[in-house]
Nanobody
Framework: QLQLVESGGGSVQAGGSLRLSCAAS????????MAWFRQTPGKEREGVAV???????MYAGSVKDRLTISKDNVKNTLYLQINNLQPEDAAMYYC????????????????????WGQGTQVTVSS
């Protein structure tokens, strides 16, 4: 059973940067999509970035200039670098994963992901 544990959230001033981490364990397949989602109270969970086993990435259009998703295959850790944080970036950030057979298109739909972490909170002060 794949397990995901996020860390790195906190309170940051607008314009600052933050790097979130997601430690993964219990892989049962070799090909996964790993993604970051965020959610604020009363709103649907929003996919912001995804990376596949080969390093292909896709970002939500609203944040693609300020976010970078990456992974360290040795440490089995997924990262999300957020630069120039804005108040609208404040949210609970979740790491997610799905088994991805070769040829599957990258996706940021939360319903496509079956493994989730517990989330890490990001607060932005103006």
């Amino acid at each position: 059973q794949l397990q995901l544990v996020e860390s790195g959230g906190g309170s940051v001033q607008a314009g600052g940067s933050l790097r979130l981490s997601c430690a993964a364990s219990g892989y049962t397949h070799s090909n996964y999509f790993m993604a970051w989602f965020r959610q604020t109270p009363g709103k649907e969970r929003e996919g912001v970035a995804v990376i596949d086993t080969n390093g292909r990435t896709m970002y939500a259009g609203s944040v693609k200039d300020r976010l970078t998703i990456s992974k360290d295959n040795v440490k089995n850790t997924l990262y999300l670098q957020i630069n120039n944080l804005q108040p609208e970036d404040a949210a609970m950030y979740y790491c997610a994963a799905k088994y991805a057979p070769a040829g599957l298109l990258l996706t940021l739909l939360p319903t496509n992901y079956n493994y989730w972490g517990q989330g890490t909170q990001v607060t932005v002060s103006s």
